[in-house]
């Protein structure tokens, strides 16, 4: 997981000092506080998300999928992306003296405290861990990364921090904090495979992760799938090795599977809704200035593709991050549904997209910092997006996006 210290340090008068953990040892306490550190973010009174829960049900997103969570533990199942609510009826079944709320609030806790542990899983392999200010650092990283926002110095006279951008975390979503997560692995592991292939419990882990997305949110595998077809055909016509059995039966047939049962159970068996092409019908209701707000949604990716220009193209992770990042763009602003197309859920997929994109720019920094002239540029943007999220984590309200009480 982490370098492996091979020889002790020593003072200037040659005295041997002990390490202060073995590496694994060291690692596995860093991912512990990270994940616990998220959690208590999300907990604290005055958190977005603790605002939210305490808010009437009947104003919030969140009391509306609490409501259909209700309903499935009444009625069985009615909708193809089930996989939040049925963790709370889980929930509820086991502890029934919760109420459905407190129930929720457990599951969206939980959802951020495994993304706070996944993040800290990926920078412990790529930053160094050998005593405990590494460790503080990796926990501090792992807090901005799941805060951050973009940057949206540019309207905060305006106080409009959220409508028109691609946000990285409303907060107002539930199933899209349930995403997140399983984003980093399924993402992460469909990036190794064109890195490097992959084992067979690798392949379990990614079947189950993009499986697992796809039933919380299908947000992110619409445009994983695409992405991973195009990288792949990208791979084959410059001569490179592509790992095709892998890639189609651990990635894209349950993947498929399950879009297509998705598909057919929400758009074409009972008719509740259709696919349209609407150019910016969504976005440009709820916002005005979509091209600097898109280019500022994207700053830091923006900035170290400019730093480091065709070595970002030579990296699988970010190869595949953009491409991702691509096709979401283009449902995030050109498709609607004709169910209450102003609900913007295509929008969602330039959300978690964009997630994901700003990870990945951070981490290929990250790998990639011995070159303080390149990186220094690319770490002010990411001081950028750092204070745009605390701003937006402070201020939700401002956008709009919590209802008056």
């Given at each position: 997981m982490t370098q492996v210290l091979t020889e002790p340090e020593t003072t200037d008068h040659a005295e041997t000092i002990q390490p202060l953990a073995t590496p694994n040892r060291l690692g596995a306490v860093t991912i512990s506080v990270?994940?616990?550190a998220v959690a208590t973010l999300m907990a604290v009174p005055w958190s977005p998300v603790a605002?939210?829960?305490?808010?009437?049900s009947s104003t919030t997103d969140i009391g509306t999928h609490v409501k259909l969570a209700e309903e499935i533990a009444t009625n069985g199942i009615p909708f193809p992306h089930f996989l939040w609510h049925v963790l709370v009826v889980a929930v509820h079944a086991v502890a029934p003296r919760l109420s459905w709320m407190d129930a929720a609030w457990i599951v969206v806790l939980a959802s951020y405290a495994l993304q706070g542990a996944l993040l800290a899983v990926v920078l412990t392999r790529v930053l160094p861990l050998t005593k405990k200010s590494h460790l503080l650092a990796i926990v501090f990283l792992t807090l901005l990364f799941v805060t951050a926002a973009p940057v949206t110095v540019l309207?905060?006279?305006e106080w409009a921090l959220y409508y028109g951008y691609l946000n990285m975390d409303p907060y107002t979503s539930p199933t899209h904090a349930l995403l997140k997560p399983l984003a980093i692995v399924a993402f992460g592991l469909t990036a190794k495979a064109f890195a490097d292939g992959g084992n067979l419990r690798d392949g379990l882990m990614v079947s189950a992760a993009v499986t697992l997305s796809a039933l919380a949110k299908p947000s992110l595998t619409i445009c994983l799938v695409p992405a991973t077809v195009v990288l792949a055909a990208w791979y084959r016509a410059g001569g490179r090795r592509v790992h095709v059995s892998y890639l189609c039966g651990a990635i894209l047939l349950p993947a498929v599977a399950v879009l297509a049962w998705q598909y057919l159970s929400y758009f074409a068996t009972y008719a509740r809704s259709s696919i349209i092409v609407?150019?910016?019908?969504?976005?440009?209701?709820?916002a005005t200035n979509l091209a600097p707000k898109f280019l500022m949604s994207i700053l830091l990716p923006l900035a170290v593709l400019f730093e480091y220009g065709?070595?970002?193209?030579?990296?699988?992770?970010?190869?595949l991050a953009w491409i991702q990042f691509a096709f979401a763009s283009i449902y995030t602003y050109l498709l609607a549904e004709t169910r209450d197309p102003l609900a913007g859920n295509f929008a969602w997929t330039g959300q978690i997209s964009n997630?994901?994109?700003?990870?990945?720019?951070?981490l290929f920094v990250l790998r990639h910092r011995e070159a303080p002239s390149r990186t220094m540029p690319?770490?002010?943007?990411?001081?950028?997006?750092?204070?745009?999220?605390?701003?937006?984590?402070?201020f939700p309200g401002s956008t709009g996006t919590i209802p008056a009480s």
């Open positions: 990270s994940c616990v605002r939210y829960f305490s808010l009437p309207t905060w006279r609407a150019p910016f019908l969504v976005m440009a209701h709820y065709r070595k970002v193209f030579d990296d699988p992770s970010m190869q997630y994901v994109l700003f990870i990945a720019s951070a690319c770490a002010v943007a990411f001081g950028l997006h750092a204070a745009s999220g605390l701003l937006f984590f402070v």
